[in-house]
């Protein structure tokens, strides 16, 4: 058994790491490199200004703690912090040094459901994203009557591969898992995917970490798949370690 890790920089490093330490092969085939946004400097102007920031992930906090500590600009300490998941929330915590609260289960949708998201009217609130994303907490929380302003503070850039090199060596690794983390990610992956080798590839198991991806990936014909409730490792790690009947 082998898993594919497509989730890219360090975090997919670390889940292949984790991975071979649990006695599990991985092969890491990240599908995006991720880059610094141009939206960054608007950081300055906004921040200030908001009563609620939201952090849709990891790589947002990074860059955005990059940014305000290169610009010499501190965290607000007066806004409200949210974030979608329980490692995010734990990550822009320790930059902001403030309270950061987050779902049970990290997804847009759960998100919206916290308390400090139920009555936003006439609220300025700050969504800190990379290109694209998170369309429906916006608009969501604009329906409630909030002023949301998006900050792109990173970049996706999408690495295209060749299906007929790389299925194959996944074929012959003994590849029967795929962990893809965003719904993005998952159409990409399958647009490369050349029509000799699609049967094969939707025949792997494949493990997301919401409902609303999984619900797209069987859409796109995948017979397997697997909803962790978490794009965070250690969610990952869990359900694969499971499926296997390993315990950590």
């Given at each position: 058994m082998t898993v594919l890790v497509t989730r890219p920089g360090e975090q997919g490093i670390s889940l292949c790491h984790q991975l071979n330490q649990q006695g599990i092969k991985a092969i890491n085939h990240p599908l995006i490199a991720i880059r610094a946004g141009e939206q960054l400097p608007c950081l300055v102007k906004s921040l200030p200004k908001a009563d609620i920031i939201i952090a849709v992930s990891q790589h947002t906090i990074e860059f955005t703690h990059q940014y305000l500590t290169n610009a010499n600009v501190s965290w607000s300490k007066t806004a409200t912090y949210l974030a979608v998941?329980?490692?995010?929330?734990?990550?822009?915590?320790?930059?902001?040094?403030?309270?950061?609260?987050?779902?049970?289960?990290?997804?847009?949708?759960?998100?919206l459901?916290?308390?400090?998201?139920?009555?936003?009217?006439?609220?300025?609130?700050?969504?800190?994203?990379?290109?694209?994303?998170?369309?429906?907490?916006?608009?969501?929380?604009?329906?409630?009557?909030?002023?949301?302003?998006?900050?792109?503070?990173?970049?996706?850039?999408?690495?295209?591969?060749?299906?007929?090199?790389?299925v194959p060596f996944w074929q012959d690794s003994q590849v029967n898992q795929l962990i893809i983390t965003s719904s993005g990610q998952l159409n990409f992956f399958i647009e490369h995917i050349a029509p000799p080798y699609r049967d094969w590839v939707l025949k792997l198991a494949l493990f997301v970490p919401s409902e609303r991806i999984a619900i797209e990936a069987r859409r796109v014909g995948f017979h397997t798949v697997v909803n962790t409730g978490s794009a965070s490792n250690k969610e990952l790690l869990a359900a694969l370690a499971k499926e296997t009947g390993r315990k950590q």
């Open positions: 998941g329980q490692k995010s929330a734990q990550f822009l915590s320790k930059f902001a040094n403030q309270k950061v609260h987050y779902p049970e289960r990290s997804d847009s949708e759960n998100l459901k916290l308390p400090q998201l139920k009555n936003v009217s006439g609220k300025h609130i700050v969504i800190l994203r990379g290109n694209g994303g998170r369309e429906l907490i916006y608009d969501t929380l604009v329906a409630r009557g909030a002023h949301v302003e998006y900050c792109e503070v990173y970049k996706r850039e999408n690495l295209a591969f060749r299906s007929e090199i790389t």
